[in-house]
């Protein structure tokens, strides 16, 4: 098993106050990490980034919160030049946040259509465009893409797209970053296990569960684990790439 070794890397990750986010931003703390704990702010999303602080605090892990809307330009604009002034560099962004809102198109409003846009879309274009103002040389971007933006699922529209859309961003910046030694990756998970599941019906579940040829949804850990390469020394010849996390579903 690789040891991957980030100490003395600042590594934001956003939408990290729980799920998939928490699990990604405590990866990278445990290896060595200073962290950026990013979270929309909300006293239910304070308290989970609270909690999460707490635990890597107790020990010993370097941490803080970085609570900002990244669907808001001028909020991602603000937050990353402090943060740039406060620790002097950024050397990993993981875009992890994102919502849900799904309809099928008839019952699609305008509304649920620009809320996925503005927090899966548009989030990681402006933490994209204001981290690379202070990306040190060799660094790294991540973005979590899905399958959802490769296939799309129906009832999806608005967050396939949104999806589809974060890939070819991902493409796109890896050949405008790529004279400064910056990767930029992205991953496309499946069914992965984690509270963004919570609320699908449970015939549901078990359905895409048949169709996924290793008969299991994926854990957070196992996404994690993916993250933590493409942002290592290791894949330091990797970019421009979508790497699905399926379990062999596609």
Not at 85 to 103: E, F, P
Not at 158 to 182: D, F, H, M, P
Request: aromatic fraction near 8%; proline fraction near 3%; charged fraction near 20%.
């Amino acid at each position: 098993m690789i040891q991957f070794d980030f100490k003395d890397k600042v590594v934001l990750v956003t939408g990290a106050s729980r799920g998939m986010g928490a699990q990604i931003l405590r990866q990278f703390v445990n290896a060595g990490a200073h962290g950026l704990l990013n979270f929309l702010p909300n006293e239910q999303n304070l308290a989970d980034a609270n909690a999460l602080l707490q635990e890597f605090h107790s020990q010993g892990k370097k941490c803080n919160l970085a609570g900002f809307d990244v669907s808001q330009e001028l909020e991602v604009q603000e937050h990353l030049a402090l943060l740039g002034k406060k620790h002097g560099k950024l050397d990993v962004l993981i875009n992890n946040a994102g919502v849900l809102r799904d309809k099928t198109i008839r019952k699609m409003t305008s509304e649920d259509w620009f809320t996925v846009m503005r927090t899966n879309l548009d989030g990681v274009f402006f933490c994209c465009k204001y981290a690379a103002e202070i990306l040190a040389e060799k660094g790294r971007i991540v973005n979590i893409a899905s399958i959802s933006g490769i296939v799309g699922f129906p009832g999806q529209a608005n967050y396939s797209s949104a999806k589809a859309g974060v890939i070819a961003l991902t493409k796109v910046l890896s050949k405008e970053l790529a004279s400064r030694n910056i990767t930029v990756n992205a991953v496309a998970p499946g069914m992965i296990e984690t509270p963004m599941l919570t609320g699908v019906r449970e015939e549901v579940l078990q359905e895409y569960k048949k169709q996924i040829p290793l008969k299991r949804f994926g854990h957070p850990e196992e996404v994690a684990n993916a993250i933590l390469f493409l942002a290592s020394e290791e894949a330091s010849y990797i970019t421009g790439q979508v790497l699905p996390i399926t379990g062999g579903w596609n």
